[in-house]
Nanobody
Framework: QVHLIESGGGPAKVGGSLTLTCEIS????????MAWFRQSSGKEREAVAA???????KKADFVKGRNRFSLDTSDVTMSLQLDNLKPEDAATYFC????????????????????WGQGTQVTFSA
């Protein structure tokens, strides 16, 4: 059985950086895809970035130019460093995974993913 465990959320500062990590507990067979989604209060869940075990990535426009995104296939750990944080980055971030690859259209569709973590919250102090 596959479980996803997120970490790295918490208080953050506008203009600062944070790193979110997602680890898999259990076995997931190659090929597989993993992704970050986020959801803030009153808004729908939106895709942030996705990565395929062969290395292909997709990213939302709002993180382009201010992120480092990677997948360590040796221990199936996905990391997202987000720089120049903005107030709109405050959200609960969810890790997702599925067997197989994603397409240009499916990577951002939450229904495409089978496994989900419980989320890690990023907040900004006033």
């Amino acid at each position: 059985q596959v479980h996803l465990i997120e970490s790295g959320g918490g208080p953050a500062k506008v203009g600062g950086s944070l790193t979110l990590t997602c680890e898999i507990s259990g076995v997931i067979y190659d090929p597989y895809s993993m992704a970050w989604f986020r959801q803030s209060s009153g808004k729908e869940r939106e895709a942030v970035a996705a990565i395929y075990s062969a290395g292909r990535t997709k990213k939302a426009d709002f993180v382009k130019g201010r992120n480092r995104f990677s997948l360590d296939t040796s221990d199936v750990t996905m990391s997202l460093q987000l720089d120049n944080l903005k107030p709109e980055d405050a959200a609960t971030y969810f890790c997702a995974a599925r067997l197989g690859r994603f397409s240009d259209s499916s990577w951002a569709d939450s229904a495409h993913y089978t496994y989900w973590g419980q989320g890690t919250q990023v907040t900004f102090s006033a």
